[in-house]
């Protein structure tokens, strides 16, 4: 993916190819996306990692993945089709993994970022698909009975 070296251009190509209601920050050049018609899930690296392993491995489409550098986090982009579940929440919160809520900010990696090294993709968008959220979180389930064998 050729991405345009602004904020502002990529921006653009978030919303017109990848479907993507993103707005720039302007005054540090943070592109982000409210939560709502976009969902996210974010959880620790090395569980993303086996998270996409086994959605490639069932031969499901993973959609667009984005790494925290510093943090050592993976943030899914999903379709928000979870419900406010509170017990879901408690269940992901005791496996470090969390659900962006509705009307959050889901901080997308910009081209300022290249510099700091926040945020880069680890799978990119390029178009507007992203999985159900539901099949991200029955894969991350599928994944901690896997390490508790």
């Not at 602004?6 to 919303?15: D, E, K, S």
């Not at 302007?26 to 993303?48: K, Q, W, Y």
């Not at 086996?50 to 379709?79: K, M, Y």
């Amino acid at each position: 993916m050729a991405l345009a070296d602004t904020p502002t251009a990529r921006c653009a190509y978030y919303r017109h190819t990848c479907d993507l209601p993103a707005g720039v920050h302007p005054e540090i050049g943070r592109i982000v996306v409210r939560a709502g018609f976009v969902g996210a899930i974010t959880m620790p690296a090395a569980l993303g990692q086996q998270v996409r392993d086994e959605l490639a491995h069932r031969r499901i489409e993973w959609g667009p993945i984005i790494s925290h550098v510093r943090s050592g986090r993976w943030t899914f982009l999903i379709r928000p089709d979870l419900s406010d579940d509170v017990r879901l929440f408690a269940e992901l919160f005791r496996l470090n993994v969390s659900i962006v809520p509705s009307g959050g900010e889901i901080a997308l990696p910009s081209p300022v970022d290249a510099h700091v090294r926040y945020r880069r993709w680890i799978v990119p968008p390029r178009n507007g698909f992203r999985p159900f959220g539901s099949s991200i979180v029955d894969t991350v389930r599928s994944c901690m009975r896997a390490g508790k064998r």
